[in-house]
């Protein structure tokens, strides 16, 4: 079952749906521990960080569109800023640091405060764990996007995709078989995979007990 379905009744008042802001998103990773300053464990992996701001539609979360290079098994795709883990990172955190400042120019350490982490998952076949970050950015910064690696810097609310109108699909063909895969669109972008999951367990951090669809070929 994707979010949509379980996260409409996402913190009511008077039974209408609330607008999610900040100080939502803070509440939910309030209470939260991470471990996200200690070092990354042995095998291959990645970071990426749902950075999220205040906006007048609520709090928003930033995506990226990759820039288009041959080697990249998800060049094009719709994304989280983020990218793999270095030898001489000394944490995930520092990881998130470095790659979202070569990607869309954002200084995390200066501006923005680390709320929590989402469950990891593994991009298969690649077996690369990925292990999403939180943040919350302080108002009046922008990302300014690196044409070698991003192609696109967008926001989305975090409403929106909680939204009937956000739910699309993607289809792919594997092997000469289809596969339709649940997504969100983001005003004619379509985020599938596994965005669409870390993006899902984002939303169901807000709601605790509610459950994410798979959306990984």
């Known amino acids: 079952m994707g979010p949509h379905k379980k996260l409409s009744s996402l913190v009511t008042r008077g039974g209408k749906p609330m607008r999610v802001d900040m100080e939502c998103v803070r509440r939910a990773f309030g209470a939260r521990e991470t471990d996200a300053s200690s070092p990354a464990p042995a095998g291959r992996h990645a970071v990426v960080a749902a950075i999220l701001r205040d906006s007048p539609d609520g709090a928003e979360v930033l995506l990226i569109r990759r820039a288009e290079h041959e080697l990249d098994p998800w060049s094009g795709h719709m994304a989280l800023p983020g ?58 910064h922008e990302p300014e996007a690196n044409p070698g690696e991003v192609a696109d810097a967008v926001w989305a609310t975090l409403d929106h995709l909680r939204s009937p109108l956000a739910k699309s699909s993607y289809e792919l063909s594997v092997r000469q078989q289809r596969h339709i895969f649940p997504a969100f669109d983001v005003r004619g972008r379509i985020v599938w995979g596994l965005t669409y999951r870390i993006l899902g367990n984002l939303l169901s951090t807000l709601e605790p007990g509610s459950e994410t669809g798979a959306g990984e070929p």
Request: hydrophobic letters at 55%; glycine letters at 8%.
């Open 83 to 140: 990218g793999h883990v270095d030898a001489s990172d000394a944490s995930l955190v520092a990881t998130a640091v470095r790659e979202i400042s070569e990607e869309v120019g954002l200084d995390l350490i200066g501006h923005a405060q680390l709320l929590g982490r989402l469950p990891e998952l593994v991009a298969a076949p690649a077996q690369l764990t990925i292990s999403p970050l939180v943040f919350a950015l302080a108002a009046g």
